[in-house]
Every structure is written in C-alpha cells, then in structure tokens.
DNA sequence: ACTATAAGTTCCTATTTGGAACTGAGTCAA
DNA sequence: TTGACTCAGTTCCAAATAGGAACTTATAGT
C-alpha cells in the first residue's frame, strides 16, 4: 500500500478518518483545551491560567475549534461583551473517545497522585468503568476480536 | 479549582489522565505512526513514505514511543540488521481508542472519500460499529449518562 | 567497482511556540 | 474623574520544533 504523503497542516481532506481527527484535535494543547471546555471552564482566562499556555497560542486554537464545529464562541455577559466556548454535540459527541482514553491512560500510565475529578455513572453515581462493544453484535472490541482489511 | 500550569514537555507526571495520554500520544504525527504500527506498517521508511514525516522527526517519534512503552524495536533480519517497531500490550490496548476516535470521525468529519481500511468484526466480518458502555451496568456513555465530579 | 536499500543522522532553513508586554472596553472605589 | 482592576485578546521577539535535502553505515547484488 502506497499512498501519496500527507501534510500536517493539511489533513482535512485525508480519506483515513484518524488523520481527519488530528487535522481537528492533533495540534498541540488542542485535546486539553477541549477537556477543560467540556468539563466546564469555557473562559479565556480561566483556560489560559489552568493550562499555563501562551495567550496567543491559545486564541488560535479556539479559533480553529471554533471553525471546525466543536466550540461555540458565545457572549455570557454585556458590559464589557465577554465570550465563551461552549461545547456543541460534535464535541460532546466526543466524549466517549476522551473516557476510553482516561481509561487507557488509567491502566497504562498511571501515577501515584489521584485525579483532579472523577467520572461517574449519573444513575449509579458509581465510577464509570468504560468498555468498547460493537453495537451489532454486543462483543467486546479488542485487537483480538477485530480484523483490519485494506480497501481497494 | 486553581492549578499550577503545565508545561509541554513535563506532562508524564501530572495527576489528569488526559494530560499524561498526551505526554504519550500528543505530539506531532505520533499518533499516526501508532496507527501505521498498529495496522502493519512498521518499519522506519515504510512509515516515513507514507506519512511524508521529515525523517530525524520520525526517528525521535518512534524513540519516544519506545521509552513510553507502546512500541518494540526489533531485529527483522540481520546482514544488515534492521528493525522493526512492534506495537505492545499497551499499544494494543489503544486500539478501542483509536476505534471509537474513527467512528467519531466518520461521524462528524465526514469525507467524500472511501477509507483507505475498514475495520471488521472477526467472527462475523461485518464492520464494526464502535459504541462505549459501562462495564458494571451496561449503560452507554453518553454526555448524558455519566457525570464528572472534582476530587477534593 | 558500482549501484542499490534501509535506517538513521546532520545541517540549514522555515514554522511554531513561549513569554512578556501592550490594548481596549468597561467596572468599581476614592 | 482619576486610578486601579478584570477579561479577552493582540503584538513582538526569542527559543524550540519541524521540514527538506544531503550524508552515513552496513550490507547485498551485478
């Protein structure tokens, strides 16, 4: 299988769907600016101050998470005017993708500090213990249990 | 919830979980090479034709990735030797990630463009439909079943 | 001896990031 | 009504990282 290079700075557009997702969350800082929006700090400041990234950087990246559909820049007062970035269903879609990773992180890197925040089932309020099924047939997916063919 | 930033660079040890997966996976075209290891492609000019990655930043990449534990590098013949990078348990465990991060793709960066792979379930050899559960209660994790609390 | 291959390494240039200072709109307190 | 403060950026320069091409090492094949 050969196949023409890719440019980073032009993966949109790449037929490989894991390339399409660095083209939206593979830069730098860009997947723990999503976190903290979707875990509920949506402010500029508040982002820039949890995260310690340079402000510009920062602005950039918003930006683009703004464009590509998955935060929603919104005013949350007048008087100054004062924006925040609000997660859209593409990012909270996202979701799941960061919970399997939490968990992967959890068993394969671990560390001896606890977390800053923990996941819980909102029913059980029991913490979340995520597992990858296929919908079709309720079997677990492992490397074991799936097959990767090439098309074409 | 204040916190002393992050550094780049230094994110192994930090007590979020998605921090310490970037540390592992969150640099420039790392995770891409996973993938090419992962689906086969392992050997260095193998992986650098097909990503188009400038070489030394290849070099440094798969290092990395050895140190973190996700690759082994080994001999695939001798005279001369030369070697390959094999993914590891750890490596393998990332693939229900990186499975549900394609159907997250598919889903919301959609592409008028065939996968250059398609991935089926072994036993059945219908595609897979990735879908991410509870273990303990069965529930799909949704931003709408689970809850995220902060620790302390 | 000459050509080729695979896996790096080296070197120079271009792009990206870090860090600090500056800006603008407005609030609040003296 | 001046002065200090807040938040969300923008600007600028220096430092780090990445791109691209050439070079290296070990060997095989012709």
């Known amino acids: 299988m050969l196949r023409t290079p890719m440019k980073w700075n032009d993966l949109s557009e790449e037929a490989c769907p894991v390339a399409r997702a660095m083209s ?3 830069d730098r800082w860009t997947l723990l600016i ?3 929006c979707l875990f509920g700090f949506r402010r500029f ?3 820039q101050r949890r995260l310690g990234i340079t402000r510009h950087v ?3 990246r918003l930006k683009k998470l703004e464009t590509a559909g998955l935060l929603d820049r ?3 007062q007048e008087r ?5 970035y609000v997660p859209t269903q593409a990012a909270k879609d996202f979701i799941p993708v960061m919970q399997v990773m939490i968990g992967w992180a959890n068993d394969h890197l671990a560390v001896n500090k606890p977390s800053p925040y923990k996941t819980l089932m909102r029913d059980t309020r029991e913490p979340i213990a995520p597992k990858v099924i296929d919908a079709n047939t309720g079997t677990e997916i492992t490397s074991k249990t799936i097959w990767v063919e090439e098309n074409d």
């Not at 100054?80 to 925040?84: L, M, N, S």
């Open 58 to 60: 920062l602005a950039e």
């Open 74 to 76: 919104r005013p949350y």
């Open 45 to 47: 400041d508040d982002i």
């Open 80 to 84: 100054p005017v004062r924006h925040e």
């Open 34 to 36: 999503l976190r903290d």
């Open 24 to 26: 939206v969350i593979g």
